[in-house]
């Protein structure tokens, strides 16, 4: 079965640090593009970073710029999300989800259950 | 960066009923646009790709169309299951961007 799994969400006060993992099963990980996405409570979708099936190609939202970093781990089917200096407004839940393949940055056509992060003091 | 603008922000509709849900983008990206429902405390699923493309395993009574700035997700013949979200999302360029969502009650 195709399937993503994060982890890694928590309680954490402001200007502090998480480190989100998601981990892929059921398809050659090393072979697709991958990407977090955040939804606030009671709110909609936001893409927050995106990553090349190499590793070699980075994107970021403004929002999250020099705060976060994106990065993978072929050999262990593992995407992570480094997120330092969190504020409140952080306060979401992470998705990490597939790039389905395409001619531009593409759809997500898996996603995993996501994980709770909650910046508060 | 390219804005996603859905209506309506929130329909209540009965089962067998057709809904059309429109996405307009603040400018052109092609048909570089999918759709996404959302059940509540269930994460996004890809419901069409690159404006009509179907997904396999998505009900056949979805479907979308529109190129340019103009786009339109239609779901014929509602069902109760279908009470969810639904996002667009523009892949066209950086930064990504989803529509605000639309919510859909069935009565």
């Known amino acids: 079965e195709v399937q993503l799994v994060e982890s890694g969400g928590g309680l954490v006060q402001p200007g502090g640090s998480l480190r989100l993992s998601c981990a892929a099963s059921g398809f050659t990980f090393s072979s697709y593009e991958m990407n977090w996405v955040r939804q606030a409570p009671g709110k909609g979708l936001e893409w927050v970073s995106y990553?090349?099936?190499?590793?070699?190609?980075?994107y970021y939202a403004d929002s999250v710029k020099g705060r976060f970093t994106i990065s993978r781990d072929n050999a262990k089917n593992s995407l992570y999300l480094q997120m330092n200096s969190l504020r409140a407004e952080d306060t979401a839940v992470y998705y990490c989800?597939?790039?389905?393949?395409?001619?531009?940055?593409?759809?997500?056509?898996?996603w995993g259950q996501g994980t709770m992060v909650t910046v508060s003091s | 960066e390219i804005v996603l603008t859905q209506s309506p922000d929130f329909q209540s509709v009965t089962p067998k009923e057709k809904v059309t849900i429109t996405c307009r983008a603040s400018q052109s990206i092609g048909s570089s646009l999918h759709w996404y429902q959302q059940k509540p405390d269930q994460s996004p699923k890809l419901l069409i790709k690159y404006a009509s493309q179907s997904i396999s395993g998505v009900p056949s009574r979805f479907s979308g169309s529109g190129s340019g700035t103009d786009f339109t997700l239609t779901i014929n013949s509602l069902e109760a299951e279908d009470a969810a979200a639904y996002y667009c999302?523009?892949?066209?360029?950086?930064?990504?961007?989803f529509g605000q969502g639309t919510r859909l009650e069935i009565k």
């Open positions: 999302h523009q892949s066209s360029s950086l930064p990504i961007t």
């Open positions: 989800a597939r790039a389905s393949g395409g001619y531009d940055l593409t759809a997500f056509d898996i």
């Open positions: 990553i090349s099936s190499s590793g070699s190609t980075i």
